[in-house]
Nanobody
Framework: QVQLVESGGGLVQAGGSLRLSCAVS????????MGWYRQAPGKQRGLVAAIRRDGSTNYADSVKGRFTISKGNAKNTVYMEMNSLKPEDTAVYYCNAGGLDSNIWGKGTLVTVSS
């Protein structure tokens, strides 16, 4: 059974940084794309950043220039460096493997940015 484990969330002041990690277990196959989504209270879950097999990336407009998604050296690991965090970045962040159609999600990690 494929599982995703996220880590790295927490409480940070505005302007600070956090690094999220996601590791896939339960498979020896490489899964792409991998991405991070977030859901704030009362809002729908939306894409933050994604990275494809060839290393190409895309970002939500609201995080461009502040967040960076990257692959880890180990297979099926992905990171997201989040800099210059804003209170509006507060949300539960979910790792996804394989795109929306795969329905492979982590349980989420809470990021809280205080003003």
């Amino acid at each position: 059974q494929v599982q995703l484990v996220e880590s790295g969330g927490g409480l940070v002041q505005a302007g600070g940084s956090l690094r999220l990690s996601c590791a896939v277990s339960g498979t020896t196959f490489s899964i792409h794309p991998m991405g991070w989504y977030r859901q704030a209270p009362g809002k729908q879950r939306g894409l933050v950043a994604a990275i494809r097999r060839d290393g190409s990336t895309n970002y939500a407009d609201s995080v461009k220039g502040r967040f960076t998604i990257s692959k880890g050296n180990a297979k099926n690991t992905v990171y997201m460096e989040m800099n210059s965090l804003k209170p509006e970045d507060t949300a539960v962040y979910y790792c996804n493997a394989g795109g929306l159609d795969s329905n492979i999600w982590g349980k989420g990690t809470l990021v809280t940015v205080s003003s």
